[in-house]
């Protein structure tokens, strides 16, 4: 798409080998000469081309058009607006849709938000790992909210921040809420989530599947309620061990290609196995996607792939200008990169842990366990065993991890 | 951006936003400022699909954008650009010349890319810049910005809350803030640094015991002179030593698992110790030296990386950290030395505290060996 020479760019923090000729230097001599290095490599920009072809493909729009807020927009095109710009980020990955949301949401001031527009707002803020104000907009939601869908839509919301952030006590209280206001599938995969992740994920599995059955068998559940089920099957069989995770994301992939969040399990999934092949065939066309592009690159080193170094090379400069910009949306990502690609595994460990401060999913657990090993923290090791003894959490996934 | 898992109850069919060649990846908006020459030019990279939000650059609306239809879009795109920066100092506002106008790629993209010369009235560089593009589109756009110049390099952010930038350079620490700033962590890191401390004991011991030859063929003063020489040669070849692999790890030109390198540095005090009763290394102390010195480096390294990531000048923080640890070395020789010297007149520090303190040494140094391997 893109065909002219390309410049050798600077990178931004780390200072590569090659810049320094350095052994025939020796102790003061070279810090008197360390010290006056200019920092040619760090950001440097590439040259400027100004011999492009008119008839060159420089870049390619998004079909959908972030449409400008109007001045006037009414409450009701406002929460359709920002509803499809979350939804845009979510199925594209792309964070740009996250800026213009947030452009629009910030045209509301405090007291003319509507509770669609909150839990909109939450939605958002959790996106961008604003945990704690996302939390207070659905509190406030669920306790003042005379709209019954927002009311729910704000406990389901909240029931699965705090499971992402391992707070399992809060989200039990958030599933029963859900279970006597909205019973069914939905509230039934919560609980079930809570279970597997702080008890026994076999049992939890068993559950819900015949749950799911059984709902099957009374009536068509809605395909939403379905795949969201399917997909939760999915992460408590992988939690468990079980080799039916793969039928249930299969089946989420299958009927929405677009869930970025089951492709990437799945695709772990089989990486984790060594199926390489089917690693790059759930990740290709998605390399625009930290999560599966970080993915698809461990693949294709392992398996000394010829694309594996320019990938690389890609995903080192997207993280070098993501980590100049300063707000890491994606510390578990370059954390992971810098584990399996780099092998950076002080840096890989300090992101890790700095991910895990705010979000501890079973992956994020998962890749500082492996980060701690492999930088031989035994501190930090220890610190995540002991949490998971307390919350009783117990993973197929989880290195060398035994309760 | 991660992947999290979030659910809308409501239904909803979403058009499919299938990677057609995305062969870049997705990244939020950023403008890529460069300053330099003191500050008297600009290059600024603005990516393509921000522009679309701007200007007319898609002027078939087939959301592709051609060579020729970027070139058509040129006066616009420079002049919108243009509008969202302000140069300023105490004379007025400054004007922009332009100088060069292309593409650059980036990681998400082709981004429109271009040189200016920077105009003040009085013909001094600018003192401070305002930055108004895109905030009104895109709340988390940000504008990435690289000053180099006044002998420094610094990267800063610009965003909606902070739109202006002083380019006087008062708002971060320059080179010498960062300089002086390491040497400060250099010293706190020797001297809390007991195992190091450790170390450097024992290769100062041998220098202060009394041997039959220099007791009995010369003076006092040539006696110290002698230690005092032997000294120096031990310090510097630990100083070279642990210099160089400093910077191979700082560098990143040498990465070591940082459990084992502890582990190596706690073996090698109880070695060190252990080669002064026994000397099964060699009498050399100055090569002992440099060899453990070498790995005492990378432990010096492991505390710098912690402390300079997001600094901007690797060189001179290393430096300044190096130049710690010496003075921190330096001030505790200058205390220590002359006490043992003086004790080492007398018999029962070579009969008794001696023997204590190495056996002290080696017990500890095992103990920790013990607690650092990696092994679990």
């Known amino acids: 798409m893109i065909c002219f020479n390309k410049t050798p760019r600077g990178r931004i923090f780390r200072i590569s080998g090659p810049a320094f000729r350095f052994p025939a230097l020796r ?59 979350i939804i845009l980020a979510r199925t594209s990955g792309d964070p740009r849709y996250l800026g213009y949301a947030q452009t ?176 790059l065939t759930l990740t290709r066309g998605f390399e625009a996607v930290d999560t599966l592009a970080v993915i698809r690159a461990i693949a294709m080193k392992r398996m000394d792939h010829p694309g594996s170094h320019e990938l690389n090379n890609r995903l080192q400069q997207r993280f070098e200008e993501a980590s100049w910009r300063g707000a890491l949306l994606h510390a578990r990502d370059v954390a992971r990169f810098e584990l399996d690609i780099e092998n950076q595994t002080q840096k890989a460990l300090r992101l890790a842990t700095e991910n895990w401060e705010s979000q501890r999913e079973p992956l994020d657990t998962r890749l500082l366990l492996r980060s701690a090993l492999a930088a031989d923290d035994k501190v930090q090791y220890q610190r995540v065993r002991d949490w998971l003894k307390e919350q009783g959490q117990s993973d197929a996934r989880y290195p060398e991890f035994k309760q | 951006m991660t992947v999290t898992r979030k659910i809308w109850l409501a239904l909803l069919t979403v058009g499919l936003l299938t990677a057609s060649g995305m062969a870049a990846g997705h990244k939020a908006s950023d403008s890529f400022l460069y300053l330099d020459s003191g500050p008297t030019e600009l290059r600024i990279d603005v990516a393509l699909r921000d522009l ?101 390099k610094r990267l800063t952010v610009l965003g909606p809350d902070s739109r202006t930038l002083d380019l006087a350079g008062i708002d971060t620490p320059g080179y010498f803030g960062v300089f002086t700033t390491f040497v400060y962590e250099g010293v706190i890191h020797l001297l809390i640094g007991l195992d190091h401390i450790l170390f450097l004991l024992v290769l100062v011991i041998p220098a202060t015991l009394s041997t039959a030859k220099t007791q009995a063929s010369s003076g006092q003063s040539r006696a110290l002179r002698g230690r005092l020489l032997e000294l120096a040669g031990i310090i510097t070849a630990f100083t070279v030593a642990h210099s160089i692999t400093l910077a191979l790890a700082a560098l990143d030109i040498v990465s070591l698992p940082i459990a084992w390198v502890e582990t190596v540095i706690a073996l090698s005090i109880g070695l060190a110790a252990l080669n002064v009763a026994w000397p099964i290394l060699g009498r050399k102390t100055w090569k002992l030296a440099f060899g453990f010195g ?56 070579q009969k008794g505290a001696v023997p204590v303190m190495l056996a002290g040494i080696g017990a500890i140094s095992l103990f920790w060996v013990v607690q650092r391997a990696p092994l679990f």
């Open chain 1, 27 to 85: 102790g003061r001599v070279f810090w008197l000469i360390a010290a006056l290095v200019p920092f040619q490599l760090q950001a440097a920009p590439g040259a400027i081309i100004t011999d492009f072809g008119d008839d060159q493909m420089l870049a390619e729009l998004p079909r959908s058009v972030p449409e400008i807020p109007r001045d006037h927009e009414s409450a009701e095109e406002a929460e359709n607006h920002l509803q499809r710009l």
């Open chain 1, 104 to 279: 629009l949401i910030n045209n509301w001031s405090e007291e003319n938000l509507t509770d669609r527009l909150r839990v909109l707002r939450a939605t958002l803020r959790q996106s961008l790992q604003q945990f704690d104000s996302a939390r207070s907009d659905l509190e406030r939601v669920i306790s003042s909210s005379s709209d019954r869908q927002q009311r729910i839509q704000a406990r389901l919301t909240l029931a699965n921040l705090e499971l992402v952030q391992g707070r399992y006590k809060e989200a039990e209280q958030h599933c029963q809420a859900l279970q006597s206001t909205y019973p069914g599938l939905i509230a039934q995969s919560c609980l079930a989530s809570v279970q597997a992740r702080t008890a026994a994920p076999e049992t939890a599995y068993r559950n819900l599947a015949s749950q799911l059955a059984e709902s099957i068998n009374r009536q068509p559940a809605d395909s939403t309620s379905r795949l969201w089920t399917e997909g939760t099957l999915g992460d408590i069989a992988a939690q468990a061990g079980l080799p039916e995770a793969t039928v249930h994301w299969q089946r989420v992939v299958k009927a929405t290609p677009d869930d970025l969040y089951v492709r990437a399990q799945l695709a772990d999934w089989h990486l984790v196995r060594g199926h390489f092949e089917r690693v």
């Open chain 2, 52 to 152: 679309s939000l701007l200007t007319n650059i898609d002027s078939n609306g087939n959301r592709q954008i051609s060579g020729q239809e970027l070139r058509q879009a040129r006066p616009e795109i420079t002049r919108t650009v243009e509008s969202a920066l302000t140069f300023s100092n105490g004379s007025g506002n400054c004007d922009l010349a332009g100088r060069k106008w292309g593409i650059s790629e980036h990681s998400d993209g082709v981004y429109s890319a271009a040189r200016y010369a920077i105009h003040c009235p009085d013909g001094e560089p600018p003192r401070a810049l305002q930055y108004n593009l895109l905030f009104e589109q895109d709340a988390l756009h940000r504008g990435l910005v690289s000053l180099d110049y006044d002998g420094q």
């Open chain 2, 294 to 349: 070498l790995v005492h480096g990378f432990g010096f390294a492991s505390v710098l990386g912690d402390l300079t990531s997001g600094v901007s000048g690797l060189a001179v923080a290393l430096a300044g950290f190096n130049l710690g640890v010496e003075l921190g070395q330096l001030a505790l020789l200058v205390v220590g030395f002359p006490v043992l010297y003086y004790l080492g007149k007398n018999r029962m520090y």
